[in-house]
């Protein structure tokens, strides 16, 4: 019977580092971590090796609910895949574990809980920017990839893996702004 332990984040420059502190102090064996949002399960690949590992008398432990995902549907599905497996999962904070009746029942409230917070965010930015908007002062979020460097380095020649690690991006998003601005002739 193993304590294994999740930790995630959303975005790559926000720190695993609590998590993974508070993980270890519960004494978690096994700690899995990644940086990926949790609005779905879509690709999030160490959560998914930790749900085919689990074994029956094993316990998840994350430190949050949310952190598990953002959509109740989702954290009941995890849920559920661990009781299949016999396993248990524990969230520290608030400290609520599936090994009893009323567990299962706090995690579903909790569940609702964060996703309602999550649509209730997207709802106060989408006002933020209508105001921003109507006040003229919204520009839209930074640009995070030089197009023109991209389509730069493509007319002299670079190859798309050479391009990427220049504009600091992905070959992929290289290989979407050049099909792009060959599709529509202009820039993008």
């Not at 895949?81 to 706090?106: K, N, W, Y």
């Not at 460097?149 to 050479?162: K, N, S, W």
């Amino acid at each position: 019977m193993a304590r294994i332990g999740y930790a995630r984040v959303s975005t790559g420059d926000q720190d695993l580092e609590g998590q993974l502190d508070r993980l270890r102090a519960e004494g978690c064996e096994i700690i899995r971590s990644e940086k990926m949002s949790g609005a779905s399960r879509e690709g999030r690949n160490e959560l998914s090796t930790v749900l085919e590992f689990l074994h029956h008398g094993d316990e998840l432990v994350v430190t949050r609910l949310d952190r598990l995902g953002r959509d109740t549907r989702d954290v009941l599905s995890i849920v559920h895949e661990c009781q299949e497996r016999g396993a248990f999962v524990t969230v520290l904070d608030p400290h609520v574990s599936t090994r009893g009746e009323m567990g299962h029942i706090i995690l579903t409230v909790l569940g609702m809980v964060a996703q309602m917070e999550r649509r209730f965010i997207k709802e106060r930015q989408k006002e933020g920017i209508e105001r921003a908007k109507s006040a003229g002062v919204y520009k839209g979020g930074r640009q995070r990839i030089d197009y023109t460097l991209i389509r730069d380095l493509d007319c002299h020649g670079l190859g798309v893996t050479a391009i990427a690690e220049r504009a600091s991006c992905s070959r992929m998003q290289v290989y979407r702004i050049l099909s792009a601005h060959r599709v529509t002739g202009n820039s993008t």
